[in-house]
């Protein structure tokens, strides 16, 4: 390795080519930088004759070459400064065109351009291929058209900034800058020797420059491995075209997917990682051939996330539902599947159906409040877990219905459609795509659009005197506890002509609606807790079908597991009020229901919210805690947090005071505005253990047990 302080002029004279190679990105330099280098000149110039100013270094490696033709030399690092420089000088050379021919001559032929060469060698600089087009465009004016690249704006950045020193006595001229650029900026130019490895010198320079994806640097590792003569053919023909079918993230979210489909979780910044590890293993034609089987695995990832582009309109149709739910977490599963469709394992229509089962899963968990967090894991582990000699769609369904996968058996989905308040703890997407979807199977001859439709809350959101008096004295307890869930929600096109008006108001306008849904409503004499209740009823029956439940299997041999069935909503309300009754007898006070997990005493001075949870297998208890029930608590001089594990007769009673500051240490996701905090205790030797997160230990809870 050599390294020595250059100049501009001497670094590109004589007859060179610095190739970028494809395991570079394309240029992305902006106006901030290209503002810097812009000051950088003007002051090295005034700071007059013989003054210097250091860019940077540039890094790059001798190629084996004709000893009489152009010496090329593979560029390492510092490919962004050294495209700018030359296109500096392309402008600099084109504004000087109209003055000073032989300064623009010049520096076409001495800097931007090696003379008697042919075809690519004649440019000193080539970029990577993806530049080409519209840096050719600027060293060759009048071949092409820059257009809106990037190159093409930091040309007419330095065009404009050179066009606007004309007319100004104490501007520099441009056989000063000339000057300034070639002989007053300075690179430290680092050749690599024979033996230096390229790559790893790469890798550990890229910490100080533009940050690199890690799809990026997945893309460097590859061509820097596969041989030169063979990068310009797989770059063309394999990489650019499956990197230009995607949009955004796509690409680097596909190679986390592809790994994760091995049944192994990443991290989104450890795929590059992961990936090295196994690709560091084959030799380079191995490698050339992985990368084509990754462009074959991106075609089939592009018809799950863009399914306009898969044949079948059944799967393709089942894509789109999964998509717009947000089922990005079982991309993995979805990709180890196609395996099975491309090889005839895993018929057409069974593959349509094991997508909608997805949706059937994760739709049923979202009216049972099952948090998320796990689904990234589940999914990618699943395929190891999948039974042997049983058909894929069965296997699936078999394992998903065990019930440590907390797939809700019918009563648990129907107990979660009667209470969830799924309008505030989903999705937007998510509660328009269950209002379609219901309204659909109302089995429309001429179905209306419901793309354009909103969401409309049947009960206002806001209680008008009108409407306090059709509910009768619990108007605020119905209103708390009923507003947001799905019996009390449709579908119109007349939201703001329906907003608060009073019942028969409504009732009349839903009547002239081509909804089905809207017409069932609109024969209600009136509107209150009864009418939604059974609305939701309803409404349940549909979804009962419309996303069916597990298979009644055994819990598979080492799984978590319930040690009892889940419970009946029955059997969940009366779990609730024992709790609260033994609450009420402990503390001597009465309290009242306020919403379906909220109760308080009449002065509303003890507020307490009760969560339950059946025993799983190892003494395990889960609960959900919602922003909603943090902020009930934090309203009352007295906020309790009661958790009851597995039976009224072991209740956790928690001060808000004592809880909320553990709610840091908790895992939890979010929808929107809506946190949701997962509360996970083990019961090990007669003590409860409330787990937090990796970082922290578990923390004894047993003292809050109510005796």
Same mark, same amino acid.
């Given at each position: ?27 992305t ?8 280098l812009w000051?950088?000149?003007?002051e ?8 210097q ?6 890094v790059?490696?001798a190629l ?6 152009v010496?090329?030399?593979l ?7 050294l495209a ?6 392309a ?7 109209e003055?000073?021919a032989t300064?623009?001559?010049k ?14 060698e ?5 970029p ?6 519209p840096?050719?465009?600027i ?14 704006a ?14 100004d006595?104490?501007?520099p ?10 002989k007053?900026?300075e ?9 230096d ?14 940050p690199?994806?890690?799809v ?11 041989p030169?003569?063979?990068?310009e053919?797989?770059?063309?023909n ?13 690409l680097?979210d596909?190679?986390r ?8 979780f990443?991290r ?7 990936w ?12 050339v ?13 592009r018809?799950i ?6 044949p ?7 894509f789109a ?17 196609y395996?099975a ?7 057409t229509e ?8 997805i ?9 049972a ?15 190891a877990q999948?039974?042997e ?9 078999a394992i998903l219905s065990a019930?440590? %996968? ?22 937007p ?5 269950i209002?379609e ?12 659009p419901?793309e354009p ?24 307890q119905i ?6 869930v ?21 009732q ?13 409503i609109a ?6 807790r ?6 939701? %009823? %309803? ?17 598979p ?8 069935e ?7 309300a ?7 009754d033994r ?8 309290l ?8 308080a ?11 339950v ?8 208890f ?17 906020g ?7 039976s ?8 808000f ?9 908790l895992n939890?996701?979010v ?10 205790v ?17 923390v ?8």
């Open positions: 390795m050599k390294a020595q302080e250059t100049a501009l002029n001497v670094l590109l004279e004589g007859q060179k080519q610095f190739i970028v190679p494809l395991f570079q990105r394309t240029y330099w902006k106006e901030e930088n290209w503002t810097t000051n950088d000149l003007i090295t110039y005034e700071s007059g004759p013989g003054a100013h250091f860019l940077g270094s540039i790059t490696k084996p070459g004709d000893p009489v033709a010496a090329p030399f560029v390492v690092d510092g490919q962004q400064r700018t420089l030359t296109i500096l000088l402008a600099l050379r084109d504004t000087a065109r003055s000073d300064l623009a001559d520096l076409n032929d001495l800097y931007l351009k090696n003379r008697y060469v042919s075809g690519l004649t440019y000193k600089v080539l990577t291929q993806g530049d080409r087009s840096y050719f465009a060293i060759d004016p009048g071949s092409g058209d820059a257009g809106h690249s990037a190159i093409g930091a040309y007419r950045f330095f065009r404009s900034k050179l066009s606007g020193l004309e007319g006595g104490d501007a001229s441009l056989q000063d800058l000339e000057l300034t650029v070639l007053g900026l690179v430290v130019s680092i050749t690599l020797g024979e033996d490895n390229e790559y790893r010198i790469f890798e550990s320079l890229n910490g100080t420059g533009q690199l994806q890690q990026d640097l997945l893309r460097n590792y590859l061509f820097m491995r596969i030169l003569d063979r990068q053919d797989v770059y063309t394999v990489w650019l075209p499956m990197e230009q079918s995607f949009q955004g993230r796509q680097e596909f190679f997917y592809e790994f994760m489909s091995g049944g192994d990443v989104e910044g450890d795929v590059y990682k992961e090295k590890k196994l690709l560091d293993k084959l030799s380079p034609g191995d490698l051939d992985r990368l084509s089987a990754f462009a074959q695995r991106a075609r089939l990832y018809r996330v863009a399914p306009q582009h898969e079948s309109a059944s799967l393709a149709t089942a539902r999964l998509n717009r739910w947000g089922g990005q977490t079982m991309y993995p599963f979805l990709l180890f599947a395996d469709h491309e090889a005839d394992n895993l018929k069974d593959f349509a159906a094991l997508v909608a089962m949706e059937s899963f994760l739709v049923r968990r979202l009216f409040g099952v948090p998320t967090n796990a689904l990234n894991r589940l999914f990618t582990r699943l395929r999948l039974p000699g049983i058909p894929l769609l069965a296997a699936t369904q019930p440590s %996968r907390r797939w809700p058996r019918d009563a648990e989905f129907v107990e979660g459609i009667l209470r969830y308040p799924l309008y505030t703890d989903s999705r997407a998510q509660r328009k795509m209002l979807t219901l309204e659909a199977d109302y089995g429309h001859k001429e179905a209306p419901l439709l909103t969401i409309e809350h049947v009960m206002p959101q806001d209680l008008t005197e009108e409407w306090r008096a059709d509910l009768g004295p619990d108007a605020e209103h708390t506890e009923l507003l947001h799905l019996g009390n929600l449709t579908l119109t096109g007349y939201n703001p002509e329906l907003s608060n008006r009073p019942w028969a108001q409504k009349g306008l839903l009547k002239q609606s081509n909804l089905g849904m809207n017409k069932e024969e209600e004499l009136q509107w209150g009864d009418e939604i209740a059974d609305r939701a %009823r %309803r409404l349940a029956d549909r979804a009962l079908r419309l996303w069916p439940g597990p298979a009644e299997v055994a819990e041999a080492g799984q978590d597991t319930a040690t009892t889940p419970p009946s909503a029955t059997q969940f009366s779990f609730y009020q024992q709790c609260i609450v009420q007898s402990t503390l001597d006070v009465e009242s229901r306020v919403n379906d997990t909220t109760f005493t009449p002065d509303r001075r003890i507020v307490i919210v009760c969560l949870s059946r025993e799983y297998e190892n003494g395990w889960w609960w959900t805690f919602r922003t909603r029930h943090q902020r009930a608590l934090s309203t009352a001089p007295t309790l947090l009661l958790l009851g594990c597995g009224p007769d072991e209740v956790l009673s928690i001060p005071s004592t809880w909320e500051p553990w709610l840091e240490h939890f996701t929808y929107g505005e809506q946190f949701n905090w997962h509360v996970q083990k019961r090990t030797n007669d003590r409860f253990l409330l787990h937090r997160k990796a970082v922290y230990s578990d004894d809870v047993s003292a809050y047990l109510v005796r």
